[in-house]
């Protein structure tokens, strides 16, 4: 009660700090700066916070603090733009956004899905911030009851989604969420760092790949190819129907789902080393269950959209909590933050656990700082919704060159390297494949961002257990079975048992005619081959290893098993048959005006061009020839469209001081900046 | 042992003894850096320890330069530091505008000779070091048996959570290890923080944190009694002895409790080991370099500004807070700490390097 009684004026204070026109003017400049950063996927916060750094340096605290947050807190809000305009999944917190969002612009929608978006965002932020302003006060006891166990088994529930996104051949769903698993495996180990898949001759394998790349690979790249192919608009008949209000009049409708979504977004959120990676999918996991009519889903629904979008943002509200009362970061933006705050002032404010006790009005000054920036945020991108929007009625020829130059310097900042665009093609090729045979991508997306979770939390869950059985059986089972752990184990039990039986009626991906036996069946025994292959490396490892071995072989053999059957399934069944589900054979893909490899190629163009010119020389013979030769400009027009495009490139690359992917020529002449 | 350690600092001195005379020189033959861009380039995220350090300084230095030159830091993280490092070996000159700051998980894969390694600290050019210490803490129960001496924790099970056996915790690990203490890591943690939450919540129960994380979060735990520190790691003084930390001065270092503690021994290959290791990861933590083959008046230019920053009336007011209370060497000052911070004797890189693969089953090839 006495935390309540002082929690009083202090909200008091704070209010007075925000609630000045000068930190008002900073707030919003930082929403801006937050919105302009975030068009680029997978940039966002960390390259916006970057880019404030070097001004923190002694800044008013509170003007700082208006400037920071207000950045961070609209890169979950403006990244919607390319999840759902696109079909780009910006970040871990659009992921699931994705999947209904884009065929809502598919189908002319996009301004409403958009709307619905930033209403549930708006909402769920406001919602998260109200939530923590007393969830702070007593949060402390709360987030140290999830431990390990505890972590896992929420892990185990996000992994659990597969079992709604799986498709029509839910073992279809169990290999492709098995081979994302083992592919985030690839790397050098957490545990006792063995190399699995990889080698120290090729560096760039040994960390791993990134969220970023195999998202953009699996999602984007699949979606974009597809489009072009058909040299249409995003939209089918290139116009926009439903407007921005009837997005808000769908969030309205759906006000219960934007609350309890809200409320998973916080309490997830709060869970330290966990946040971000599994709270869209559970969202969006918890909608589909709760809605009556499932054979939208995938196609745009917009219950698809509000769930996820609710959440996210009360996610943010969340990962404040370890973040402030424990000084440990929810998030690589969460980290900057951090050290952003003790560059402030006198450098008095130290993240940590003597916030509530020292600085109690300046912990609320940022929830509620969150909260306003979301505001602020929200009605920019509403207003600005149905304005862009409109990019979904431009034929996708002229579009696409610029996405393929958005997505590849995405994919170059997170590792700077030049193999993380050939990564990208290749994801993208894995991503296109999955697409085409109908084996779920958000499966195969859930299984990735969920390995290293899961990797880490059985092997240091497994290892605390047998310390405590070694003290006394009883309290190695009160330590694996506790109270969490029981409740969680319920949820994931009954959302699996539910999702089987849904899963059939849920066409993530929408209708997949079948054909013929021998593309499927190549595939399938692709997959299986990598995972032969993963089976046998790990099992080179040295078994004092153990915990670097376990995941990679228990998990390919369990998705080699799945294979099997599917595979003595292809053998007995006829071709007509749903395990052969093939976009190749009938449909948009078959009948469209390009073929695959052709498009593919224009694609692999540009990379093959960037090994040997760089990025920016590359992007200009790119640009060009593809208006020129593809979309069918004149040589003036393409030329004027390809230098905006690299101006563009340049001036956002100048103003957050990135470099561009570097080719041969690069090695051999020093070429000024953004050349070089 | 001995003599490889004399000859180590009769060269850190003569080094010293160089640099002085550039550095009065400095002055008159500072570079002007008017219209540059020095970019500082860490091999670590955006989010870590290294972070913090090349922020704190960068806006510093660029006013401390002649020409005021824009200082940014960029970022090239992976395989744990060694991408960037290896990077930094293929730079040339480059006139001051490119600059490396490594941390001690450069320096240790370099001392154990990882296989990723193909960087040679010997070829680049210190400029500023500085460093940090360390607290090694202990639940209620088992403080309750520490008396100065590890003797009565003999017989306790302990559990910490360790980055990797590679990383900065192997002197702690070493430390208790040669105590005779039973401690288990669970490897694969992300960053010392998430070790403390690990102790808190009872999981583990012992742990270690760099002295702003000890200052910052493990603090309020020993004032409400569910903490007990145990010792620091030290620091060095002028002539290279561990002596207390004076940050910690209260609190015993490893060395006074080692000395305490049954069976283990302050000479000898395991000391000899742990202390240059020590050596290597906190009181010459984090060191900025210039690369290979660079003009000595750029050099004394950026010494001279590091110089400047140091020398600020409000050094040490605004760097305890960000930084730590620790000493920041520049010029020759850094260079003998680089030069203690990568250099190690064969016996001790033979202990570890078996001690590792022994305890923890790890090969570094």
């Given at each position: 009660m006495d935390a309540f009684m002082q929690a009083v004026p202090a909200l008091g204070d704070a209010f007075g700090l925000i609630l000045q026109p000068v930190v008002l003017g900073y707030l919003i400049l930082g929403v801006v700066m937050g919105l302009c950063v975030g068009v680029f996927p997978g940039l966002g916060g960390i390259a916006g916070l970057s880019l404030l750094l070097p001004f923190m340096f002694g800044m008013e605290p509170i003007f700082g603090l208006a400037l920071m947050i207000g950045m961070v807190a609209v890169v979950p809000t403006s990244d919607t733009f390319a999840s759902v305009l696109m079909g780009i999944p910006g970040s871990s917190a659009s992921q699931a956004t994705v999947l209904d969002g884009f065929p809502m612009a598919k189908k002319g929608e996009a301004a409403r899905a958009l709307s619905a978006a930033f209403s549930s965002s708006l909402f769920g932020g406001l919602m998260g911030a109200a939530f923590l302003t007393v969830f702070i006060l007593i949060a402390r006891p709360i987030v140290l009851s999830f431990g390990l166990p505890e972590m896992l088994m929420m892990t185990i529930l996000g992994l659990s989604m597969v079992a709604i996104l799986a498709g029509r051949v839910a073992i279809k769903g169990v290999a492709a969420a098995g081979l994302g698993l083992v592919v985030g495996t690839i790397g050098a180990a957490d545990s006792g760092g063995s190399l699995r898949m990889s080698s120290y001759d090729i560096p760039y394998i040994v960390d791993g790949f990134k969220l970023v790349i195999v998202?953009?690979?699996?999602?984007?790249?699949?979606?974009?190819?597809?489009?072009?192919?058909?040299?249409?608009?995003?939209?089918?008949?290139?116009?926009?129907?439903?407007?921005?209000?009837?997005?808000?009049?769908?969030?309205?409708?759906?006000?219960?789902?934007?609350?309890?979504?809200?409320?998973?977004?916080?309490?997830?959120?709060v869970i330290p080393g966990l946040g971000g990676s599994v709270v869209d999918w559970i969202a969006y996991g918890h909608t589909v269950q709760s809605t009556k009519d499932k054979s939208q889903f995938g196609q745009g629904e917009v219950r698809g959209v509000i769930g996820p979008e609710s959440s996210n943002n009360a996610k943010e509200g969340g990962g404040l909590v370890p973040t402030l009362l424990f000084g440990i970061p929810g998030s690589g933006s969460m980290a900057i933050f951090i050290g952003a705050v003790a560059l402030l002032g006198s450098g008095t404010i130290e993240v940590g656990p003597g916030m509530l006790k020292d600085n109690l009005?300046?912990?609320?000054?940022?929830?509620?700082?969150?909260?306003?920036?979301?505001?602020?945020?929200?009605?920019?991108?509403?207003?600005?919704?149905?304005?862009?929007?409109?990019?979904?009625?431009?034929?996708?020829?002229?579009?696409?060159?610029?996405?393929?130059?958005?997505?590849?310097?995405?994919?170059?900042?997170?590792?700077?390297?030049?193999?993380?665009?050939?990564?990208?093609?290749?994801?993208?090729?894995?991503?296109?494949?999955?697409?085409?045979?109908?084996?779920?991508?958000?499966?195969?997306?859930?299984?990735?961002?969920?390995?290293?979770?899961?990797?880490?939390?059985?092997?240091?869950?497994?290892?605390?257990?047998?310390?405590?059985?070694?003290?006394?059986?009883?309290?190695?089972?009160?330590?694996?079975?506790?109270?969490?752990v029981i409740v969680l184990l319920v949820i994931t039990v009954v959302s699996v048992f539910l999702g089987i039986r849904q899963a059939k009626s849920i066409l993530a991906e929408g209708d997949v005619k079948s054909g013929s036996k021998r593309a499927p069946m190549i595939f399938l025994l692709a997959v299986m081959a990598y995972l032969v292959a993963t089976y046998w490396n790990a099992s080179l490892i040295n078994d004092r290893l153990m915990g670097d071995k376990i995941i990679p072989m228990t998990v390919s053999a369990v998705a080699l098993a799945g294979c099997l059957v599917l595979l003595v399934q292809m053998i007995r069944r006829p071709e007509t048959d749903i395990v052969f589900a093939d976009r190749e054979v009938a449909g948009e893909d078959a009948e469209a005006a390009h073929g695959l490899w052709p498009t593919l190629a224009w694609f692999a163009g540009l990379l093959g061009l960037t090994a040997l010119f760089g990025f920016i020389i590359a992007l200009g013979i790119f640009l060009v020839s593809f208006l020129r030769q593809r979309a069918g400009l004149t040589w003036v027009h393409a030329a004027i469209y390809a230098a905006a495009g690299i101006v563009f490139m340049c001036f956002m690359a100048w103003s957050l001081n990135r470099d561009f992917p570097p080719g041969l020529l690069q090695d051999y002449a020093d070429l000024p900046w953004p050349l070089k | 042992m001995t003599k490889i350690k004399s000859i180590a600092t009769a060269l850190a001195a003569g080094t010293i003894a160089m640099s002085m005379g550039f550095a009065a020189h400095a002055d008159s033959h500072a570079v002007d850096m008017s219209g540059k861009t020095v970019t500082w380039t860490i091999p670590f995220s955006e989010t870590g320890g290294s972070a913090k350090w090349a922020n704190f300084f960068a806006p510093l230095l660029s006013e401390a330069l002649p020409g005021e030159p824009t200082v940014v830091v960029k970022f090239m993280p992976g395989a744990g530091s060694t991408k960037g490092a290896n990077w930094f070996q293929t730079q040339k000159d480059g006139g001051g505008e490119i600059m490396f700051g490594t941390s001690g998980s450069t320096q240790f894969p370099y001392l154990l000779g990882d296989p990723r390694v193909r960087y040679e600290y010997k070829d680049w050019v210190p400029v500023m070091a500085s460093g940090t210490g360390g607290v090694a803490y202990l639940n209620k129960e088992d403080g309750a048996k520490f008396d100065g001496s590890a003797n009565g924790l003999k017989d306790s099970k302990f559990i910490y959570g360790a980055q990797g056996a590679t990383s900065l915790d192997l002197v702690a690990l070493l430390a208790w290890e040669m105590l005779g203490m039973d401690v288990e890591p669970v490897f694969g943690i992300k960053g010392r923080g998430d070790g403390r939450l690990m102790f808190e919540r009872g999981e583990a129960n012992i742990d270690y944190q760099t002295s702003s994380g000890y200052l910052g979060g493990s603090m309020p735990m020993v004032e409400a009694g569910d903490a007990v520190?145990?010792?620091?790691?030290?620091?060095?003084?002028?002539?290279?002895?561990?002596?207390?930390?004076?940050?910690?001065p209260d609190m015993p270092t490893f060395k006074e409790v080692c000395e305490a503690t049954d069976g283990c021994e302050t000479s000898g290959a395991a000391w000899e080991a742990w202390k240059a290791f020590f050596v290597a990861g906190f009181p010459s933590q984090k060191i900025a370099f210039l690369p290979a083959g660079i003009d000595q008046s750029v050099v004394d230019t950026v010494v001279a500004g590091f110089e400047a920053v140091r020398s600020r009336s409000d050094f040490a007011e605004i760097s305890s807070k960000r930084v730590g209370k620790y000493p920041m060497f520049v010029g020759a000052g850094a260079a003998k700490a680089a030069e203690e911070a990568t250099t190690i004797s064969a016996e001790a890189k033979g202990f570890v390097v078996n001690w590792l693969s022994e305890a923890y089953g790890v090969e570094l090839k």
């Open positions: 998202g953009l690979g699996i999602f984007a790249i699949p979606e974009i190819v597809s489009l072009l192919r058909q040299d249409r608009a995003i939209s089918k008949n290139a116009e926009l129907g439903a407007g921005w209000a009837d997005g808000v009049k769908d969030w309205w409708a759906n006000k219960w789902l934007s609350l309890r979504c809200s409320v998973i977004g916080v309490v997830v959120g009005d300046m912990t609320y000054a940022i929830v509620w700082l969150l909260a306003l920036a979301n505001v602020v945020g929200t009605v920019l991108c509403i207003a600005a919704s149905g304005g862009i929007a409109k990019l979904t009625t431009i034929r996708f020829t002229l579009l696409a060159p610029f996405l393929f130059m958005l997505i590849s310097f995405a994919a170059f900042q997170s590792g700077q390297n030049f193999a993380d665009l050939v990564a990208l093609f290749g994801f993208g090729l894995i991503g296109i494949m999955l697409r085409r045979f109908d084996w779920s991508r958000p499966a195969f997306l859930i299984g990735f961002v969920l390995s290293n979770p899961v990797e880490k939390f059985t092997n240091q869950a497994f290892q605390i257990a047998s310390f405590r059985f070694r003290d006394s059986t009883q309290a190695g089972f009160e330590y694996i079975f506790s109270p969490i | 520190p145990m010792m620091s790691w030290g620091a060095l003084d002028d002539d290279g002895n561990i002596v207390r930390d004076p940050t910690f």
